[in-house]
């Protein structure tokens, strides 16, 4: 099986900042794509920001400027740091990659989410 664990996710003022992280672990032979994804209440899930499975990186509109992913290959881990962060970013973020299992199967994994509330 296949684990995508997140952390970091609370409460913050508008303006403030939050760093997210995302550890994947379990039976991996590698990660295709790994990010994050956000879903604001009644509303649908959204991309925020991804490692492409060509390695490079992809950016919501609303992220661009704003939020930073980062990632370590050999820990298999993503963050992503969140600044200048607004009511607007309120939402459970969702850790998601694409990975390769020990026995060859490629499958989309998600975490179970991490609540982020923007509030004064």
């Known amino acids: 099986q296949v684990q995508l664990v997140e952390s970091g996710g609370g409460l913050v003022q508008p303006g403030g900042s939050l760093r997210l992280s995302c550890a994947a672990s379990?039976?991996?032979?590698?990660?295709?794509?790994m990010g994050w994804y956000r879903q604001a209440p009644g509303k649908e899930r959204e991309l925020v920001a991804m490692f492409t499975s060509s390695g490079s990186t992809n950016y919501a509109g609303s992220a661009k400027g704003r939020f930073t992913i980062s990632r370590d290959n050999a820990k298999r881990t993503v963050d992503l740091q969140m600044n200048s962060l607004n009511p607007e970013d309120t939402a459970v973020y969702y850790c998601?990659?694409?990975?390769?299992?020990?026995?060859?199967?490629?499958?989309?994994?998600w975490g179970e989410g991490t609540l982020v509330t923007v509030s004064s």
């Open positions: 379990g039976t991996i032979r590698s990660i295709n794509a």
């Open positions: 998601n990659a694409r990975i390769v299992t020990t026995d060859y199967r490629l499958a989309n994994y």
